[in-house]
C-alpha cells in the first residue's frame, strides 16, 4: 500500500491562494499518475485534476485556469496550486492514484487537508 499524506490546506478569504502538497511513500513514484480530489460536506468526492508520469495535466471544468498541479518525482510530492479561490471550493482535499493505475486501491485515502475560503 502506497502512503499518502496531505497537507498545506487552511482558511483563505475569496480571491486568495493557497497551495497544496501531497507526499507518497514508494519507491516507484515516477511511474504513478497522481490525481487530486475533493469532497464538501453533504456532497460526494470530486475529481479536481490529474497529471500523468510525463507530466501532462488535465483540470475539471469548476477550476480550468485557477488551479496547476505539478510533480518533483525525486521529491516523491504533487502540489496543487490553487488561485482566485472561491467559497464553493471549500472542502477536504486529497491525492490519491489514478484509477487506471495498476497501483490504485479504491479503498485507499490519506487523512486529507482542509482548505477553507471564506471571508
Known amino acids: 500500500q502506497v502512503q499518502l499524506v496531505e497537507s498545506g490546506g487552511g482558511l483563505v478569504q475569496p480571491g486568495g491562494s493557497l497551495r497544496l502538497s501531497c507526499v507518497a511513500s514508494?519507491?516507484?513514484?515516477?511511474?504513478?499518475?497522481m490525481g487530486w480530489y475533493r469532497q464538501a460536506p453533504g456532497k460526494e468526492r470530486e475529481w479536481v485534476g490529474f497529471?500523468?508520469?510525463?507530466?501532462?495535466?488535465t483540470y475539471a471544468g469548476s477550476v480550468k485556469g485557477r488551479f496547476t498541479i505539478s510533480r518533483d518525482n525525486a521529491k516523491n510530492t504533487v502540489w496543487l496550486q490553487m488561485n482566485t479561490l472561491k467559497p464553493e471550493d471549500t472542502a477536504v482535499y486529497y491525492c490519491n492514484i489514478m484509477p487506471g493505475s495498476r497501483w490504485y486501491n479504491r479503498d485507499y485515502w490519506g487523512q486529507g487537508t482542509q482548505v477553507t475560503v471564506s471571508s
Open positions: 497529471i500523468s508520469t510525463t507530466y501532462d495535466t
Open positions: 514508494t519507491s516507484i513514484f515516477s511511474s504513478i499518475p
